[in-house]
């Protein structure tokens, strides 16, 4: 978790401090890079997205309001430039090997999640679940990334993408249940070894 970010730094962003500046984005590089290399499953994408979320925070940080937790509202900026980046981007991608809030493995929390976690193991699965994560809707593979990247809440999840906890809801339900309809169908392929 980022350590609490102090009032007098902020205030000097606002002032257009670019010493204060280059302190926040380092106190925030590791959240902001882990975030964006679990929405997009490559580096040099996320990379692209830390700079891109670096610039919007130094062209609106006048906006912030000091008095409230500036990690919702750095979020918040980092998740709309990830939901933005990935309409205009071709691919679309979440590693399963992005490492959660918690230090574990997406794949393993899905798996964990759904009571698949033999199915996990299997290199042909991890395959398999990153083609069906390539297929989610930007929103749905955001709100997977929120919620077990960053173990939020689906009130946090709300606030951080701007939609009601129950589009939310439904939007995580729907992941779930496209997840469980393609494990389905590739037990199906690889025979009854494979349970769910």
Same mark, same amino acid.
């Given at each position: 978790? @980022?350590?609490?970010?102090? $009032?007098?730094?902020?205030?000097?962003?606002?002032?257009?401090? $670019?010493?204060?500046?280059?302190?926040?984005? *380092?106190?925030?590089?590791?959240?902001?890079?882990?975030?964006?290399?679990?929405?997009?499953?490559? !580096?040099? =994408?996320?990379?692209?997205?830390?700079?891109?979320?670096?610039? /919007?925070?130094?062209?609106?940080? =006048?906006?912030?309001? @000091?008095? *409230?937790?500036?990690?919702?509202?750095?979020?918040?900026?980092?998740?709309?430039?990830?939901?933005?980046?990935?309409?205009?981007?071709?691919?679309?991608?979440?590693?399963?090997?992005? @490492?959660?809030?918690?230090?574990? @493995?997406l794949g393993d929390v899905l798996a964990s999640n759904e009571d698949l976690e033999e199915e996990f193991e299997r290199i042909e699965l991890k395959e398999a679940m990153k083609e069906l994560l390539e297929?989610?809707?930007?929103?749905?593979?955001?709100?997977?990334?929120?919620?077990?990247?960053?173990?939020?809440?689906?009130?946090?999840? !709300?606030? +951080?993408?701007?939609?009601?906890?129950?589009?939310? /809801?439904? =939007?995580?339900?729907?992941?779930? +249940?496209?997840?469980?309809?393609?494990?389905?169908?590739?037990?199906?392929?690889?025979?009854?070894?494979?349970?769910?």
């Open positions: 978790m @980022v350590e609490m970010v102090d $009032k007098d730094l902020l205030m000097a962003c606002k002032e257009r401090d $670019k010493q204060a500046f280059t302190e926040l984005c *380092k106190t925030y590089e590791r959240y902001l890079f882990t975030l964006c290399m679990g929405y997009t499953g490559n !580096s040099h =994408d996320a990379l692209d997205l830390v700079q891109e979320i670096y610039i /919007k925070i130094f062209r609106f940080i =006048d906006k912030y309001d @000091v008095k *409230k937790p500036f990690h919702p509202w750095i979020r918040k900026v980092a998740v709309n430039t990830c939901l933005n980046f990935k309409r205009a981007s071709s691919t679309n991608l979440i590693s399963l090997n992005a @490492v959660t809030s918690n230090d574990l @493995v297929k989610l809707p930007s929103r749905q593979r955001m709100v997977i990334a929120l919620r077990y990247f960053e173990d939020l809440s689906y009130k946090d999840i !709300s606030l +951080a993408m701007n939609q009601p906890i129950g589009t939310v /809801k439904t =939007d995580l339900y729907r992941a779930r +249940a496209t997840l469980k309809q393609y494990l389905s169908k590739k037990q199906e392929v690889y025979g009854d070894g494979m349970q769910i």
